[in-house]
Antibody
């Protein structure tokens, strides 16, 4: 059974740093595209970053240069290192597996339960 | 502001059919990228509802169906039930942004 369990969220001051983790089971993270998606309180879903099975990485413009996605194959875990956080980064952060049938189709087939980041002084 | 536009809310009586539109552009849906839909209940993670425009994952009732044309897509819920009251999001890929994009979300209310 595929499972994704996020952890690491919490209260951080503006300008601070935090690392989120996503422990995967039932599959290996390095054989799939893996992504982070966030949702600010009362708002919609926003894609944050993706790491491909071949190691290619992409970011949303809103986090580029501040956030870093990575994975540890030995721990089958996905990470999101966040630096210089801002008030607008406050959100529930979901880890999600990306499924792709072709180069025209990319969707999130499994999601974790989320971990909450609150940026506040 | 979301790249894909959805109506903020739709409503219907039990048993009725409701549709949710998702309007994109030539850099996402119009470029040929497939559209996917997610259902989200308050306080829970989104769940994949429809993939590749009109395919349902195992366990999703056939009351849910999707369609796509040109630069837009639609999700239809037929035989509306109280348990369908949730937020619904469309999603695709955008070649200009080089990333995944979501719709603004639609809240479905069962009257």
């Amino acid at each position: 059974e595929v499972q994704l369990v996020e952890s690491g969220g919490g209260l951080v001051q503006p300008g601070g740093s935090l690392r989120l983790s996503c422990a995967a089971s039932g599959f290996t993270v390095n054989s799939h595209y893996m992504s982070w998606v966030r949702q600010a309180p009362g708002k919609g879903l926003e894609w944050v970053s993706v790491i491909h099975h071949d190691g290619n990485i992409f970011y949303a413009d809103s986090v580029k240069g501040r956030f870093t996605i990575s994975r540890d194959n030995s721990k089958n875990t996905l990470y999101l290192q966040m630096h210089s956080v801002r008030d607008e980064d406050t959100a529930m952060y979901y880890c999600a597996r990306v499924s792709y049938i072709s180069s025209w189709s990319y969707y999130f087939d499994y999601w974790g339960q989320g971990t909450l980041l609150t940026v506040s002084s | 502001q979301s790249v894909l536009t959805q109506p903020p809310s739709v409503s219907g009586a039990p048993g009725q059919r409701v549709t949710i539109s998702c309007t994109g552009s030539s850099s996402n849906i119009g470029a040929g990228y497939e559209v996917h839909w997610y259902q989200q209940f308050p306080g829970t993670a989104p769940k994949l509802l429809i993939f590749d425009n009109n395919n349902r994952p195992s366990g999703v009732p056939d009351r849910f169906s999707g369609s796509r044309s040109a630069t837009s897509a639609s999700l239809a819920i037929s035989g509306l039930r109280a348990e369908d009251e949730a937020d619904y999001y469309c999603q695709s890929y955008d070649t200009n942004l080089i990333g995944y994009v979501f719709g603004s979300g639609t809240k479905v209310t069962v009257l």
